[in-house]
């Protein structure tokens, strides 16, 4: 097979070390991927964690659950200890497809993933190709508060990422900043690929619905969606909307999230919120439950303050044509280039002072709707970001055959595979008897 030979169908594992499915961002960007890929004939298997949230069908993937169930039922494991046992499990899950499958290329995912599969290329030689979906030195410091913590994490996540993205054959960056801060660490540029997520097809939208110019004397939606985790910033959202409020008390907070224990998570500030009918909690179990409250939405902010990754929800909104509010450095990661919607990250005055500007200026809430349509214009559909992932997987599978190749002949120009021993004589029966007598 060669660089130049048409596309076969390829037997594709993909590497998931996460609960699989799941309505979040990273495990959304993975099953369309996966489901993609075997649109087009490809054969793909996920090999994941044992847990997952059932709540669309899988199309066309096979899923294998790594085994280690009693590690989530254990409540009191400690986090680390549950996610180590888990990717042990998942280890040792793809060694044995591994053998069985004889899998042409491995597609790993998240940080753990490159590293799983790099045990099984070193054993089988499969190749590897690494989806990047952040950097983290960028964003395991958005996980604690204490600043000598954040500045040892943030040690810790250069460390790793100059070495786990190395593991793979290729790697597939979601952005352009993510691309060059893996080569600034020393990732060599001929191995890597930038790639962004596809935007969902307008059937999946089911419309939308232009919110109104006029926002003076009637409830104004600020919404959200996504999870409560720590580097999404939901509490510079959530202080920013406070000062907001100050001006335009009938604003009403809308966070949607999948997780059904979001009060376990939610902080003070904003069930103070909830008390005052200031901010509503909706639960949706998938993107065609949410699509209606964002659609009922006025703006749709993204707090998000970590440039290394792509925020998905960032495909839907823009899908939307409502007007982006997002942090500068989601906006510096993903390309955004309108500023009048963009305040700073962490700072939530500034905040609430693009929030401030929307609602006093309906000339720059038209601006934003059309700058959010442009930049969702410029964004390629899941069809043509499957065909451009299957030929960086082709290639990878292409350039480890060449490789194999060459060290085939190699070794058979030093006569490592041809030496055939000279120092054994055939039997004599004459010589021998001779010998004896």
């Known amino acids: ?115 799983v599969a790099w045990l099984v290329r ?42 786990v993205p190395r593991l793979a054959d290729r790697v597939v960056a979601l952005t352009v900043a993510q691309s060059r801060a893996l080569q600034a660490v020393g990732l060599d540029a001929s191995r890597v690929a930038v790639l962004p997520p596809p935007m969902p097809a307008p059937s999946e939208l089911g419309g939308s619905a232009e919110p109104p110019l006029e926002w003076s004397g009637r409830t104004v939606t600020i919404a959200y969606s996504g999870n409560f985790d720590a580097y999404q910033d939901l509490e510079v959202l959530l202080r920013g909307f406070c000062i907001f409020r100050q001006w335009h008390p009938e604003a009403l907070l809308l966070l949607v999230t999948h997780e059904q224990n979001w009060r376990q ?13 200031a901010a509503q909690v909706v639960v ?4 065609a439950e949410t699509r209606p409250w964002l659609i009922r939405a006025d703006v749709l902010v993204c707090p998000r303050s970590s440039w290394s990754g792509y925020p998905i929800k960032l495909l839907n909104y823009c899908a939307l044509g409502k007007p982006v509010v997002l942090a500068s450095g989601a906006a510096e990661g993903i390309g955004w280039t309108y500023t009048d919607t963009v305040f700073v990250s962490g700072q939530e005055a500034s905040l609430a002072n693009v929030l401030l500007g929307l609602a006093r200026d309906p000339k720059r ?17 899941k069809h043509t970001v499957a065909v451009e992932l299957e030929k960086i997987l082709q290639s990878s599978v292409v350039e480890r055959h060449l490789q194999r190749e060459a060290l085939k002949n190699r070794r058979a120009y030093l006569g490592v595979d041809t030496h055939v021993a000279t120092s054994y004589k055939p039997p004599d029966d004459a010589r021998e008897d001779e010998a004896r007598a």
């Open 1 to 115: 097979m060669s660089a130049g030979t048409t596309r076969r169908s390829m037997r594709v594992a993909v590497v998931a070390p996460c609960p699989f499915p799941s309505a979040r961002g990273s495990q959304v960007l993975i099953r369309e991927l996966a489901e993609s890929l075997a649109r087009r004939g490809n054969e793909v298997h996920v090999v994941t964690y044992s847990v997952g949230e059932n709540l669309v069908p899988l199309r066309g993937i096979i899923v294998h659950r790594a085994g280690a169930r009693f590690v989530a039922r254990v409540s009191w494991l400690p986090w680390l200890v549950k996610k180590a046992l888990s990717d042990l499990a998942l280890a040792w899950a793809l060694w044995r497809l591994a053998k069985a499958m004889r899998f042409d290329v491995i597609h790993a995912h998240n940080y753990e993933g490159p590293v």
């Open 122 to 163: 070193w054993v089988t030689g499969c190749p590897v190709v690494y989806h990047a979906h952040n950097v983290l030195a960028d964003e395991l410091p958005t996980y604690f508060k204490w600043a000598p913590a954040r500045w040892f994490v943030r040690q810790v996540g250069k460390l790793l990422d100059r070495v």
């Open 265 to 277: 998570r939610a902080s003070w500030l904003l069930l103070s919120l909830i008390q005052q009918n």
């Open 284 to 287: 949706c179990r998938s993107f």
């Open 365 to 381: 809430r038209s601006a934003a709707m059309q700058a959010a349509r442009i930049f969702a214009a410029r964004l390629v559909d």
